[in-house]
């Protein structure tokens, strides 16, 4: 078979990167510029929104509240010693570390807040313009222009429907760790582990060309079920355009970049293709273990701190954090690079810099360099439709979803309960809120046929049954059934997602609510409940 995607290593064989870029420049503009027209056609044909959607108000017990968090990192650190070529500047310096922290609010508080809220594209939207060109390979004068005027109509007006800066819920039980070792009862992550009450944690990873707002609704929804969210901004140079904050000094900014434009500092060597990626992905890592050290400083009661350093100026009632957050076992997840990072995150541990005791998975990368195999704790990895059913060979020569299958099986054999499935009729990005905002434009160029909305809803509904296995051992909705395909199954349909997958006596099977039509919506590869008989369809 002939593999999908580029196979590290085979890149130094193929023309020079600019030689091809040259040749691919004018084709990929041509498309842009044809994509749009014909989109723009379609919109108007068929009366169809051509800006963006507003996003919409999360679902759960509680409401959603938004803090953006930028602190120093300690110390300021060089992850890898590569330089920008022409400026000499280090491309792996890590200073401050960013995120959005989504977290429960009591509604009184989040309705009646006065304070604006995030927009979708933070300020300059220039800047993200520019990253975005560059993903394209497309970045000059003028499209960097044109580019922030589209980006401007498109979504310049959407805000995150999260209330900014108001105080925490005060409805979950604060943790006794410290006091009363032994005797806590309540949000027990695992038994082994000794109390931990308080909100869970979940660290989060962004893929590739993303942001800490490309998630929101996803976070948004975790956080209104009564989990904080750390939703991280890497400046691994994945992100297309963040500025890095520090209270007194000038701001930097960094855009998107790649392995053609670092290299070594002392013979001017380029980076290998791996190099580059092991040096965002330790990047990464670094930047997951500050914002862990953040999040315990905050909970043991240096929110005002936190706050006093954070040059956004949110969050002044972190200060009344303290103890309120389980930092004992905290749930590392990422989606596409972030994935593959979640995974290396979780290497050796659980360690005090990295004290997961769970990972959720999301389509994990297919060019982000070999997966970490070492896992010690329960995994959830779901793919997208499209992640599963587009195969594609990795670095060792197997395929992506027999790699990922297999770290999933041996990783319940470990003793360590973990499941691995597929999202019917979703695509990449499905998890991220692009589909919300054009869900025209995102079924049109990526193939996703399930609703926007219940896409992610899916996702958050899985997401919540794993916490709650994590929590407290639990096990129900999905976490509960046994694994029907071992492989995935294309369906009959012209491949796309098949819904009614199994059919048969499926609402008899199940008294579960919400999850009655489960089969719609999943395939099940690998489950700690075991293999099923497969199904007739
Ligand atoms: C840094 O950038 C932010 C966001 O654009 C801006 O609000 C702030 O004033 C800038 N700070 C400095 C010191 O230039």
Request: aromatic share 8%.
């Amino acid at each position: 078979m002939k593999p999908s995607f580029d196979v590290l290593g085979k890149e130094e064989r193929r023309p020079h990167p600019a030689a091809r870029r040259r040749r691919l420049f004018p084709r990929i503009r041509v498309v842009v510029v044809l994509l749009a027209v014909v989109y723009a056609l379609y919109c108007y044909l068929f009366s169809k929104p051509l800006l963006a959607h507003p996003l919409p108000r999360h679902t759960g017990p509680y409401a959603v509240g938004a803090i953006d968090i930028e602190a120093p990192v300690s110390p300021p650190r060089t992850i890898h010693q590569a330089r920008f070529k022409g400026t000499n500047e280090k491309a792996f310096e890590l200073q401050t570390v960013l995120f959005t922290l989504y977290y429960p609010a009591t509604y009184a508080a989040a309705t009646s807040s006065r304070t604006k809220r995030h927009t979708w594209v933070p300020e300059p939207l220039s800047l993200r313009a520019r990253g975005y060109a560059r993903a394209a390979h497309i970045s000059n004068w003028f499209t960097d222009r044109l580019f922030t005027i589209a980006i401007n109509a498109l979504v310049g007006g959407i805000t995150i429907p999260a209330a900014v800066s108001v105080p925490l819920s005060s409805h979950a039980t604060p943790t006794s760790q410290d006091k009363n070792a032994g005797e806590g009862k309540e949000h027990v992550l695992t038994s082994e582990d000794g109390p931990s009450g308080g909100y869970p944690v979940i660290i989060f990873s962004h893929g590739t060309v993303s942001a800490r707002t490309d998630y929101s609704h996803y976070a948004g929804e975790l956080a209104a079920r009564g989990h904080i969210v750390v939703m991280l901004e890497h400046r691994d140079g994945s992100s297309p355009g963040t500025i890095i904050r520090q209270h007194g000094q000038p701001n930097r900014t960094r855009l998107l970049f790649d392995v053609s434009e670092v290299e070594t500092p002392d013979q001017s060597l380029s980076l290998t293709v791996e190099e580059f990626h092991q040096a965002q992905l330790n990047f990464r890592q670094a930047e997951i273990e500050e914002a862990v050290r953040v999040i315990k400083l905050i909970n043991t009661g240096y929110g005002a701190l936190v706050f006093s350093e954070n040059p956004h100026n949110e969050g002044p009632d972190l200060a009344n954090w303290a103890n309120r957050l389980n930092t004992h076992a905290m749930v590392v997840a990422g989606h596409s690079y972030g994935a593959t990072g979640a995974l290396q995150a979780l290497r050796g541990g659980p360690t005090p810099e990295r004290p997961f005791r769970g990972a959720i998975v999301l389509d994990p990368g297919k060019q982000s360099g070999p997966l970490n195999a070492d896992v010690r704790v329960p995994l959830l990895v779901v793919h997208s439709n499209s992640w599963s059913s587009h195969s594609s060979v990795l670095y060792d020569g197997r395929a992506h979803f027999d790699t990922v299958k297999d770290i999933v099986v041996k990783n319940n054999e470990r003793g360590n309960p973990s499941w691995f499935m597929t999202s019917i009729g979703t695509s990449h990005p499905s998890v991220t809120d692009a589909p919300l905002l054009e869900p025209f434009l995102l079924s049109f160029t990526t193939g996703a046929t399930i609703d926007v909305y219940q896409g992610l809803r899916q996702y958050v509904h899985v997401a919540e049954d794993f916490l709650a296995f994590l929590a407290g051992g639990e096990v129900r909705g999905l976490m509960a059934e046994k694994a029907e395909f071992p492989q995935y199954d294309e369906g009959t349909v012209l491949g796309m997602g098949k819904p009614g997958q199994g059919g048969k006596g499926v609402v008899e099977d199940l008294k579960q609510g919400e999850w009655a039509d489960w089969r719609r919506y999943w395939q099940i590869h690998v489950s700690p409940a075991g293999n099923a008989e497969k199904r007739e369809s």
